[in-house]
Nanobody
């Protein structure tokens, strides 16, 4: 059983920084990509950033230049460094990993439980 455990959310003032982490545990055969999504109240969940196991990255336009996604393949962990945070970044942030739990199963999408990020003075 694959589990994703997130950490690092919290309350921060505008202009501040936070670092989110998401570690996958359990039986994992291979990981293809990892990413972060967010959902603000009354809005749909949206992609924030995604990184493949090879290091290719994709960012939402609203976070480019402020957020950086990175991975530690040895630890099955993805990070999101968030700088210059704005009130509109306030949301629940969800970790996502695209992986195969074993060689007999295709790629599945696994989600973390979500961590609240609040940007407010």
């Amino acid at each position: 059983q694959v589990q994703l455990v997130e950490s690092g959310g919290g309350l921060v003032q505008p202009g501040g920084s936070l670092r989110l982490s998401c570690a996958a545990s359990g039986t994992i055969f291979s990981i293809y990509a990892m990413g972060w999504y967010r959902q603000a109240p009354g809005k749909q969940r949206e992609l924030v950033a995604r990184i493949t196991s090879g290091g290719s990255t994709t960012y939402a336009g609203s976070v480019k230049g402020r957020f950086t996604i990175s991975i530690d393949n040895a630890k099955n962990t993805v990070y999101l460094q968030m700088n210059s945070l704005k009130p509109e970044d306030t949301a629940v942030y969800y970790c996502n990993q695209e992986l195969r739990p074993n060689r007999t199963v295709g790629v599945g999408y696994y989600w973390g439980q979500g961590t609240q990020v609040t940007v407010s003075s």
